[in-house]
């Protein structure tokens, strides 16, 4: 599975931005799918997560309420729509591919990974 994230970009607080990822090859569908963000001398940390029918799904703390991970496998595209956005989710955003078919946390899960695409929000 080869991934390609887009959507980034410069908006001010309580602003929205939509990122898509768009996966190469017939078996995106069996993915779990998930987003991660990495700041600047941090981490890279869990954002969202969907299974592989769209029907389960899971958000970092820092992100329930604001942000929503969807996914259309016809189009073999994941998205991540993204509200009320803070200067705190600044951050390079990547999508990921899990090799299992449970929903997970852990990006060691995650096997296939995009390029990262900059989110950065302005106070």
């Known amino acids: 599975v080869q991934l390609q994230a887009s959507g980034g970009g410069l908006v001010q607080a309580g602003d929205s931005l939509r990122l898509s990822c768009v996966a190469s090859g017939r078996s995106f569908s069996r993915h779990v799918m998930g987003w991660f963000r990495q700041a600047p001398g941090k981490e890279r940390q869990f954002v969202a997560g969907i299974s592989w029918s769209g029907g389960s799904t899971n958000y970092a703390d820092s992100v329930k309420g604001r942000f929503t991970i969807s996914r259309d496998n016809a189009k073999n595209t994941v998205y991540l729509q993204m509200n009320s956005l803070k200067p705190e989710d600044t951050a390079a955003y990547y999508c990921?591919?899990?090799?299992?078919?449970?929903?997970?946390?852990?990006?060691?899960?995650?096997?296939?990974w995009g390029q990262g695409t900059l989110v950065t929000v302005s106070s």
């Open positions: 990921a591919a899990a090799a299992g078919s449970y929903l997970t946390l852990d990006r060691h899960d995650y096997h296939y």
